[in-house]
């Protein structure tokens, strides 16, 4: 068990409709990141925090994706106006500190499902 | 950039030995390995630090050759639990850059 859960495990919206999905970190840790897992792929890097601060979004990250971590503990994802290329695995991990010999833990996902 | 893992897919049986492999067209100064079985999570297997350091799994070993800018990951004696997709990861800019992954099977 790595300690980093993630709610809902599965959702399933019709395009168009906005979803928002909630991560909660491994306590102390200060890095949060957020993936996106497509089938037969190894997970993308779509943003992440240093404690509150966003620091960095991917570009291949649309205008209708945003996600927030307000306190420094958890983060949520939103997408609006889902599209049916949005349906994948999101994933979210945590690390102490952030540094690239730090390892990131990760949760067990939410499989998002666009009809 | 992605880094490439070789092979895309290996069958062992139980009790054989496996390589895979990971590489790099950037320099590296670590390379991270996880273990995803369908449906779960990724879990972390082993760091590997550029100077040698490593940190990680007692049954598993790993290489990292940072002239060549590759990795590889040792599975020996193989057990069923091995089986899933194994995913090696670059570090650029303090996050991860994931392959696409080599799927393991282990026959009984």
């Known amino acids: 068990d790595t300690g980093v859960s993630q709610d809902p495990r599965h959702k399933i919206t019709k395009r168009g409709q906005n979803v928002t999905f909630r991560c909660d970190p491994i306590?102390?840790?200060?890095?949060l990141y957020w993936y996106r897992q497509t089938l037969g792929q190894g997970p993308e890097f779509l943003t992440y925090f240093q404690n509150e601060a966003q620091l960095e979004k991917s570009r291949l990250l649309s205008d209708r994706f945003s996600a927030e971590r307000p306190k420094g503990s958890f983060s949520t994802l939103e997408i609006q106006r889902t599209e049916q290329g949005d349906s994948a695995m999101y994933l979210c991990a945590s690390s102490l500190r952030g540094t690239s010999t730090d390892t990131q833990y990760f949760g067990p996902g939410t499989r998002l499902t666009v009809l | 950039q992605q880094p490439v893992q070789s092979p895309q897919a290996v069958i062992l049986r139980e009790g054989e030995d496996a390589v895979i492999n990971c590489s790099s067209s950037k320099a590296l100064y670590s390379v991270h390995w996880y273990r995803q079985k369908h449906g779960e999570a990724p879990v972390f297997l082993m760091i590997l630090l550029k100077g040698g350091e490593q940190k990680g799994h007692e049954k598993i070993s790993a290489s990292f050759n940072e002239k060549k800018q590759q990795s590889s990951l040792y599975l020996t004696a193989s057990q069923l639990s091995y089986s899933g997709t194994y995913f090696c990861?670059?570090?650029?800019?303090?996050?991860?850059?994931f392959g696409k992954g080599t799927r393991l099977h282990i026959l009984p």
């Open positions: 990861g670059t570090d650029r800019d303090d996050k991860i850059i």
């Open positions: 306590s102390e840790h200060n890095r």
